[in-house]
Every structure is written in structure tokens, then in C-alpha cells.
């Protein structure tokens, strides 16, 4: 993962049980150009799970919105 050079977003469910919350933390530590978004009350499933939330976060990432140095 450290590896990795590009922008990559992370979506994560905070009540994931396949992969729990730290994954998504131990990820992020490891990748240089990375943002996580953790979804409240959500499971593995974020796309359908939340998926109004997860459209708007994805396409706002998608489209350069994400970026915190403009």
C-alpha cells in the first residue's frame, strides 16, 4: 500500500464486521495520498447502505472537491 502514488479515497462503514474500522485506519496510515470517509451507522455494504451519502462523497472526490490545498 505504501506503494501506491495516487489519490485514493477510502469509504468505510463504522459498524463494518467483515472489516472493522481500524482496517480503514491502518490503510490511511499506510498510504501517502489517501483520505478515509467513515459512514455512521453503516455495515460493509456503504454503496447501499448510504447510498445518497455515498454518491454526494464520491462525486465530490470524483471532481476535485475533496482537495483541502485549493
Not at 37 to 51: D, K
Request: net charge negative; charged share 25%.
Amino acid at each position: 500500500m505504501d506503494r501506491i502514488p495516487h489519490r485514493t479515497l477510502l469509504l468505510w462503514g463504522r459498524d463494518d464486521r467483515t472489516n472493522p474500522y481500524e482496517s480503514g485506519l491502518f490503510m490511511l496510515k499506510r498510504m501517502a495520498n489517501a483520505q478515509l470517509h467513515v459512514f455512521p451507522q453503516c455495515g460493509h455494504w456503504v454503496q447501499f447502505e448510504q447510498a445518497q451519502e455515498f454518491e454526494s462523497v464520491l462525486t465530490g472526490f470524483l471532481q476535485g472537491r475533496d482537495r483541502r490545498d485549493d
